[in-house]
Nanobody, 129 residues
Framework: QLQLVESGGGLVQPGGSLRLSCATSGFALRSSAIGWFRQAPGKEREGVSCISRHGSVTYYADSVTGRFTISGDNAKTTVYLQMNNLKPEDTAHYYC??????????????????????WGQGTQVTVSS
């Protein structure tokens, strides 16, 4: 059964760090791109970062560039999102999703359900003093 399970969220002060994990099962990590998305209350879900099959390409939203880093561990079938210098506006529910339609060496952070058909339940990140 294909599954994605996020973990690592929590409450952190502004300027702090968190590392989110997306543990996958039921498929080979190299067979899909993985995207991280977030949704704050009252706002639409937005793409944060993505990593292509085999991890050769990564992409970030402008709002997180230089602060967030996405990486993959094929051996552990887990994708990570390292978040540094967190800001209150990063507060949201964070989701990872799998895109099996992506070509090798590509990924997208567009919230396209035709691409990202498989989602985890998410993990809450709250940045507050």
């Amino acid at each position: 059964q294909l599954q994605l399970v996020e973990s690592g969220g929590g409450l952190v002060q502004p300027g702090g760090s968190l590392r989110l994990s997306c543990a996958t099962s039921g498929f080979a990590l190299r067979s899909s791109a993985i995207g991280w998305f977030r949704q704050a209350p009252g706002k639409e879900r937005e793409g944060v970062s993505c990593i292509s099959r085999h991890g050769s390409v990564t992409y970030y939203a402008d709002s997180v560039t230089g602060r967030f880093t996405i990486s993959g561990d094929n051996a552990k079938t887990t994708v990570y999102l390292q978040m540094n210098n967190l800001k209150p506006e990063d507060t949201a529910h964070y989701y990872c999703a799998a895109d099996f339609t992506s070509s090798p060496g590509t990924c997208t952070i567009l919230h396209d359900k035709r691409r990202y058909a498989y989602w985890g339940q998410g993990t809450q990140v709250t940045v507050s003093s």
